[in-house]
Nanobody, 118 residues
Framework: VQLQASGGGLVQAGGSLRLSCAAS????????MGWYRQAPGKQRELVAA???????DYADSVKGRFTISRDNPRNTLYLQMNGLKPEDTAVYYC?????????????WGQGTQVTVSS
């Protein structure tokens, strides 16, 4: 099982980016999924999470600007980021609880860099 994140890049403040995270491999089921980020010198933090039923939760710092969604048949997670600020600059990681080979495990994507210039 692998998570492949994409969609990061360099954008000016106020701009938008859409991150994607595709899960592949021998997947029987996916439960919760989420996006985390880690800025230089800081701890990794939860940005947004979504359950298999579509319930969402956001960090206060991104509420009203970011939207998390998922395409269950395609095992893909998205993060639409609008109104980006320089403080959103970080490496963004996707995360998922996946049932594979009869076991539930937590998987992480490789990270995608988001840089917001002022």
């Amino acid at each position: 099982v692998q998570l492949q994140a994409s969609g990061g890049g360099l954008v000016q403040a106020g701009g938008s980016l859409r991150l994607s995270c595709a899960a592949s491999g021998s997947i029987f089921s996916i439960n919760g999924m989420g996006w985390y980020r880690q800025a230089p010198g800081k701890q990794r933090e939860l940005v947004a999470a979504i359950t298999s039923g579509g319930f969402t939760d956001y960090a206060d710092s991104v509420k009203g600007r970011f939207t998390i969604s998922r395409d269950n048949p395609r095992n893909t997670l998205y993060l639409q980021m609008n109104g980006l600020k320089p403080e959103d600059t970080a490496v963004y990681y996707c995360n998922a609880d996946i049932l594979s080979g009869g076991r539930w495990r937590e998987y992480w994507g490789q990270g995608t860099q988001v840089t917001v210039s002022s």
